[in-house]
Nanobody
Framework: QVQLVESGGGSVQAGGSLRLSCVGSGFTYSTYSMAWFRQPPGKEREGVATIDSAGRTTYADSVKGRFTISSDNAKNTLYLQMNSLKPEDTAMYYC??????????????????WGRGTQVTVSS
């Protein structure tokens, strides 16, 4: 079955960096649209960055210029490099997947496979 396992979260000070990873298994990774979402405490889940099977990327305005999504098909691994972190980036970060192209790349309802998340905490 499809499995997504995130890692790399932690606690950092504002201005710091973290690199999240998501390893996929049980599916043909290279044909899927992949994405990172986050859910801050008490708030709804929101799209952060996405990458489709052709390598096209989409970013939320709040992370443009600071976060970079990438994918290594040989390793079935999705990455999110997060630089210049801010306290408002504090959230549980989730990896998501869909078997094909999506229309609304940053919409959670487009994705039907989800990891369990990794916590990112940014202190001021």
């Amino acid at each position: 079955q499809v499995q997504l396992v995130e890692s790399g979260g932690g606690s950092v000070q504002a201005g710091g960096s973290l690199r999240l990873s998501c390893v996929g298994s049980g599916f043909t990774y290279s044909t899927y649209s992949m994405a990172w979402f986050r859910q801050p405490p008490g708030k709804e889940r929101e799209g952060v960055a996405t990458i489709d099977s052709a390598g096209r990327t989409t970013y939320a305005d709040s992370v443009k210029g600071r976060f970079t999504i990438s994918s290594d098909n040989a390793k079935n691994t999705l990455y999110l490099q997060m630089n210049s972190l801010k306290p408002e980036d504090t959230a549980m970060y989730y990896c998501a997947a869909y078997p094909g192209p999506v229309v609304n790349a940053l919409a959670a309802w487009e994705y039907n496979y989800w990891g369990r998340g990794t916590q990112v905490t940014v202190s001021s």
